[in-house]
């Protein structure tokens, strides 16, 4: 997940489409950074906190559909499968998510779940 988010993560650099800020989500839900979904949450959305569950566990993600989200575009949507494992057992969220690009960064609009 490092090689693939962590410059992001990081603050290094910045995801240059919807759908590597939605991987990159899913990292920092994966190693519970909360200061980085917050700060990559559209701020006329953003939560006041946003607690990673220490009891889920994160593994994979599956990338169903994307419509725009490029650098050239200033909106996006990504569908996605993120799969994990709690105290019950596997389970998948499924959502389809909107993104909006402002000054140059990409952000994560609460979705609808499927």
């Known amino acids: ?3 693939c988010c962590g410059r992001y993560l990081a603050g290094v650099a910045t995801p240059p489409t919807a759908e590597t ?7 920092a839900f994966a190693v519970g950074d909360e200061a980085y979904l917050l700060a990559s949450w559209h701020p006329d959305t953003r939560p006041v906190s946003c607690p990673v569950d220490p009891e889920i566990r994160w593994l994979h993600l599956a990338i169903i559909d994307v419509v725009d989200g490029s650098p050239f ?25 909107a993104f909006e690009r402002m000054g140059g960064r ?3 609009l609460p979705g609808t779940h499927l």
Not at 21 to 27: A, C, W
Not at 82 to 92: F, H, K, L, M, T
């Open 73 to 97: 575009h200033t909106g996006g949507i990504v569908e996605f499968v993120a799969v994990y494992r709690d105290a019950d057992g596997r389970g998948e969220l499924h959502e389809r998510s």
């Open 1 to 3: 997940m490092a090689a």
């Open 21 to 27: 800020l939605m991987r990159s989500r899913f990292t």
């Open 106 to 108: 990409w952000y994560y």
